[in-house]
């Protein structure tokens, strides 16, 4: 017997909706797997540290400290790592899926290979370690830093700010010394220094990476023959990239390789970036036959070092920030092993490790959202304008070591795309100003150009605003962060 026409529309509709139910929970429930599987990094976490302390009457206190760096190391890869892969994901030179990948590859065997051996555990020297009274004293300020730079960094990636995870740990570091030992603990002048990394950092990327850009458009967007000025500058921009990376690297990635100071990495670098233009003259040669005389030609050039540069730049940020972010927990495993506390420590592996693969997991989970917002939410990109963002990235890191200047990435990174964005404001201004006037005689009024902005101000200000905050925020919850555990456990 046949089943009549209308049973069978209402059946499908029937099955419409519980198929539209299944997918409003799968939508609902997605958030919370990205929460599950950082829960279960953070157990492993802990129950790795119970193996190697087990024995210790205070494990505990290690358990605890590994958790919490398992949670901090998930929040840098929300947040820090999007400055490295935001750029070329936003140009479309990358895919989502691709730059994740990369990132989580070269961040860990940044972190891993090349990470630094030894850390302060005092952040930069902002806290004099004689100035505590006793190990379980700069211990519990450690935890206190450790929570409260992880607490500050997840909530900036919850409301879509790009921070700096160092200066976060700072604030940590800051708040509880002040905490433990008043205010004539801290080193201000470090203090001030940091400081001034917050103008300096934004302003000195975003000035590189307009020049770089300025350059550009100057000798190959604007040139009557454009492939032909791309087959001259492209191989020396691309030669200039490798100089700069292997400088970068050789200062900030190898240094627990081989120690190189400032003479041989620029020595290193001129013999790279001279290799690397030999390589790369036949091969834009070669890419840039048959492109037509267009601008969208020239993005087809730059897509290629646009992906190294921000892989290059992923590789020395594991290496560099990684043991930043761990080293208060190291700072509390060295006290937990010897029963003193000192300026600088030996970062055992499990520690890295937990910092290297927390970054992978905070990257996979979390970090698309900071992504998106770095590489396309900003200003609009594209290769050429991420490249000058990446180059001048690891120009002023090199710039800022060389005169000592205690420099945030995040803030270089994002204060390149700012720069690239409000150079291409005043230019386009500038070009509409000297243009003639239209057939009709009317041109856009002022009002109407300034809404047609090309950075948008709402993002500007919030990211801006989390910088200011990050140190006094983070200070401030890791002084009652520690004073909560005085009252429980000393």
């Given amino acids: 017997m046949s089943t009549p026409p209308n049973q069978w529309r209402t059946l499908d509709k029937d099955l419409g909706r519980i198929v539209n139910v299944e997918a409003a929970a799968q939508y609902v429930s997605r958030p919370m797997v990205g929460l599950g599987i950082s829960l279960a990094f953070m157990v492993i976490a ?3 540290a119970a193996l190697f302390f087990g024995g210790t009457p205070t494990s505990y206190v290690v358990v605890a400290a590994a958790v919490f760096g398992a949670y901090m190391a998930v929040n840098i890869g929300a947040n820090d790592v999007a400055n490295n892969m935001g750029p070329a994901v936003g140009a479309k030179a990358l895919t989502m899926g691709g730059a994740i990948v ?38 519990w300020a450690m935890m206190a830093a450790l929570i409260s730079s992880a607490l500050w960094v997840n909530l900036a990636t919850w ?11 700072v604030g940590g570091v ?42 550009i458009e ?51 670098g001129a013999v790279v970036g001279g290799i690397v233009y030999a390589i790369t003259a036949p091969l834009i040669r070669k890419q840039s036959e048959g492109l037509e005389n267009r601008n969208k030609s020239l993005k087809v050039l730059f897509g290629l070092p646009l992906v190294l540069s921000a892989a290059l730049l992923s590789f020395a940020h594991g290496a560099n920030d990684v043991a930043n972010a761990v080293g ?7 006290a937990e092993s010897f029963g003193e506390f000192a300026g600088k420590v030996a970062i055992p592996l499990w520690v890295m490790v937990i910092g290297a693969f927390g970054i992978s997991f905070g990257l996979i989970l979390f970090g ?21 963002v990446a180059l001048s990235a690891a120009i002023t ?10 420099v945030s990435s995040t803030h270089i990174a994002v204060g390149g795309i700012f720069g690239v964005g409000f150079f291409r404001e005043w230019d386009h201004e500038r070009r509409y100003r000297k243009s003639p006037a239209p057939a009709n005689g009317r041109k856009i009024a002022m009002e109407e150009r300034r809404r047609r902005k090309l950075v948008r101000r709402s993002h500007f200000t919030t990211i801006v605003a989390a910088w200011v905050v990050t140190v006094p925020a983070a200070a401030t919850m890791s002084a009652v962060i520690f004073f909560g555990l005085s009252l429980v456990f000393v």
């Fill in 46 to 48: 802990g129950l790795g």
């Fill in 102 to 139: 990369i990132a989580a590859l070269c961040e860990t065997a940044g972190a891993l290979l090349a990470g630094g051996d030894v850390v302060s555990t005092i952040s930069k020297g902002i806290i004099d370690p004689a100035s505590v009274a006793d190990s379980r004293t700069f211990i």
């Fill in 159 to 169: 409301v879509g700010a790009p921070v700096s995870t160092t200066h976060s740990v």
């Fill in 174 to 215: 800051m708040g509880a010394g002040i905490a433990a030992a008043g205010f004539a603990a801290v080193n201000w002048p470090s203090m001030g220094a940091i400081a001034a990394s917050w103008v300096i950092s934004p302003a000195l990327g975003g000035l590189i990476a307009a020049l770089f850009l300025a350059f």
């Fill in 218 to 268: 100057r000798n190959i967007i604007h040139q009557s023959d454009k492939i032909a000025a791309a087959r001259v500058w492209v191989p020396v921009l691309v030669g200039i990239m490798g100089g700069v990376f292997a400088v970068y690297l050789a200062m900030k990635g190898l240094k627990k390789i081989v120690a190189i100071d400032l003479g041989t990495a620029l020595l290193i």
């Fill in 328 to 334: 208060p927990l190291a700072a509390i495993v060295h």
């Fill in 368 to 388: 698309p959202k900071l992504i998106r917002m770095v590489g396309s939410q900003i200003t609009k990109l594209n290769p050429m304008r991420a490249y000058c």
């Fill in 397 to 406: 890191v090199i710039v800022a070591s060389w005169l000592g200047l205690p």
